[in-house]
């Protein structure tokens, strides 16, 4: 008999969406947001059993997707409560999920070199914490990143400028990944800039 053929990346993690949002709740603790469309729409960048880095993971949004998925996944963050919570979840559903409380603003982060097949950073910002996320994506690794752009302000939070990116910064900021994709204005009413970057393997030419 021809076994059947793997679900696609896009149904997997589909399928991992509709479970953890028909799941039990963690008592005492609101639910995390929804994962963020930019993660699905890119899906087809994505391989099976990836490697996850969720930076700046707050309530877990993403690392639950991806662990729910059966992929690998390391959360960092600083606030040591969400990520008691994610890794006592994550223990409860053996999950492959690990957690790190860390300050990624203080000092020199560093997140790896080549360690991650997939970043994933949504609604953080912090310029200096970019060259240390481009050398921890392994070669063929991706970086999908979204967060909010300075038109943001005049809708509301948040307002602080070091938070809001510039028309264009987010490109900038990604150099030297390849871009694959980009988007920037109005998602589901907030001002966004989202980008889908690629790090070259040592097969492609620069």
């Known amino acids: 008999m021809t076994p059947s053929p793997a679900p696609s990346v896009r149904a ?18 609101a639910p995390p947001g929804a994962p963020a469309g930019w993660i699905f729409d890119n899906a087809d960048l994505l391989r099976p059993g990836m490697r996850v880095l969720d930076v700046a993971a707050g309530s877990g949004r993403h690392a639950r997707l991806f662990a729910a998925a059966g992929w690998p996944v390391t959360a960092i963050d600083r606030d ?10 994550a223990a409860r559903r053996h999950w492959p999920l690990t957690t790190v409380v860390r300050d990624l603003e203080a000092g020199e982060a560093d997140l790896g070199d080549a360690a991650w097949d997939l970043i ?15 050398r921890a994506l392994a070669p063929g690794g991706v970086l999908l990143y979204e967060t909010f752009t300075t038109a943001q302000a005049a809708r509301g939070k948040p307002t602080n400028p070091a938070f809001l990116l510039t028309p264009g910064e987010l490109l900038r900021l990604v150099a030297p990944l390849v871009v694959e994709r980009q988007r920037e204005g109005e998602v589901d009413g907030r001002m966004v800039a989202s980008v889908a970057a690629r790090k070259l393997s040592a097969r492609e030419p620069a």
Do not use: F, K, S
Not at 120 to 134: D, F, G, N, Q, S
């Open 12 to 29: 997997a993690l589909d399928e991992a969406r509709r479970l953890l949002a028909a799941g039990p709740r963690e008592a005492g603790l």
């Open 80 to 89: 040591a409560e969400r990520m008691a919570a994610l890794a006592t979840e």
């Open 120 to 134: 994933v950073v949504t609604h953080y910002l912090h310029r200096p914490l970019m060259p240390a996320i481009v």
